[in-house]
C-alpha cells in the first residue's frame, strides 16, 4: 500500500479532510498504519482531482506541490467580493457586463508568464500571520506581487445548466484530448453565446504553473474587462500527472474499504513521477544506494531518474557527472 489514491473532492471538503478519510479507509479495510498525506491543497469551495500519499509515496508529496495544474471555473461579473468567491461579502458592483468577442480579446494578457497579487483571502503569511486571519479581523493586507506562469486559458462558451461532456485539448501539459466526466458542479450545456450577446457568467479552463491563483485570475481577467467579478465554480481537473478520469468519490473510496479492495484503486508510487525517465540498477547498486552511497561512472545524462532495483522503487536520484546521488530513497 504505497502509492496514490486520487479523490475527487465533493465540495465543501478540506484537504485535510480528505487525507482523514484514506486514513480512515485503510484502518476500515484492516490494512494498518500507513503515512497518509495530500499532494496540494484545494479550497473547500472547489472540487476536483485531489492526490493523496500513501506510504513512501509521501516522500514525494511536496514534488506534487510543484507540479503544474489546471482548472476549470466560473467567474460571475458585476460583483465583486472580499474572499473573490461566493463565501465572501460583496464589496465591489458593476453594471458592465462582456461579450464573448472582450473576453477572446483580453485573454491574450493573461497567458505566458503574468504578475498577479494573491488574495487576501489566502494561506500566505504576513509578519508571521496567515493573511485570511488578518483580513478575517478586518485588517488591510497588502500581498506582495508575485510572477506566475498560466501556460493556456480558454473560454468555454455555452455554459449554462446541463451536463454534457466536453474535450480538454491544454498545450504542452496534454499530448492528446481528455474528457472530463460529467459533473453537476460544472454545469457544461447549452448553445454558444450569440455575437455580441452580453454575459452574466463565464466558464474557463486554465492550465496554470504552482502558486496561481485563479480567484485573482478571474479578479484581473474582470478588471480588464471594465467590469468586477469573481469565482462561483472551481474545478479542479489534473494535478501533476493526475487526472479526473483517475479520481474516485468519498463513496467508492469506502465502499472498496469495506470490500477490502483498497489496492485495486490505489495507483503505484511510480505513477506520481511518470514525468522522469527510469534508471535501471543492479543489486549491489541498490544496496550501495540505500546505504547512502554515491554511484559513480553511470552512463546516463544528467538530470533526476526514478532508480528501480527489478520492478522495485528504490529512490528518486540526481545524476551528474555520471555520479548517482539519493534525492529521496524508498523503504520497500
Sequence with gaps: ????????????????????????????????????????????????????????????????????????????FGERTDTLDAEGSVVATSNVRPDPGSIAAVLPRFTGLIEQVPPAYSALKVDGERAYDLARAGAVVELATRAVTVHHLEHLPGTGRGTASRRLVV???????????????????????????????????????????????????????????????????????????????????????????????????????????????????AGALGQGRVLVGIAANDGQYFALNGMTPVALVEVTDGNVRVVRGFNL
Excluded at 496514490?4 to 476500515?28: C, E, M, Y
Excluded at 453565446?193 to 486554465?206: C, H, I, K, Q, W
Aim: charged fraction near 20%.
Design 1 to 76: 500500500m504505497h502509492g496514490w489514491i486520487i479523490l475527487d473532492k465533493p465540495l465543501g471538503l478540506g484537504s485535510t479532510q480528505g487525507v482523514s478519510a484514506v486514513k480512515r479507509a485503510l484502518r476500515d479495510g484492516g490494512y494498518g498504519k500507513f503515512k497518509v498525506g495530500h499532494g496540494g491543497t484545494l479550497d473547500p469551495l472547489a472540487t476536483g482531482v485531489l492526490p493523496i500519499a500513501v506510504g513512501e509515496a509521501t516522500k514525494l508529496a511536496g514534488r506534487m506541490l510543484d507540479s503544474d495544474k489546471i482548472y476549470d471555473f466560473t467567474v460571475r
Design 171 to 285: 498545450e504542452g501539459c496534454l499530448n492528446e484530448a481528455q474528457r472530463l466526466r460529467p459533473n453537476p458542479s460544472t454545469g457544461f450545456a447549452g448553445p454558444p453565446p450569440r455575437s455580441g450577446e452580453v454575459l452574466e457568467t463565464a466558464t474557463f479552463t486554465a492550465h496554470v504553473s504552482k502558486g496561481t491563483y485563479i480567484r485573482s485570475l478571474a479578479r484581473d481577467i474582470a478588471h480588464a474587462l471594465g467590469t468586477v467579478g469573481h469565482v462561483t465554480m472551481l474545478r479542479r481537473v489534473k494535478a501533476g500527472p493526475f487526472g479526473a478520469d483517475q479520481a474516485i468519490s468519498l463513496d467508492n473510496l469506502a465502499d472498496a474499504a469495506k470490500a477490502r479492495s483498497l489496492e485495486d484503486l490505489i495507483l503505484p508510487l511510480r505513477a506520481g513521477l511518470d514525468d522522469i525517465p527510469a534508471l535501471p540498477l543492479t543489486p549491489d547498486q
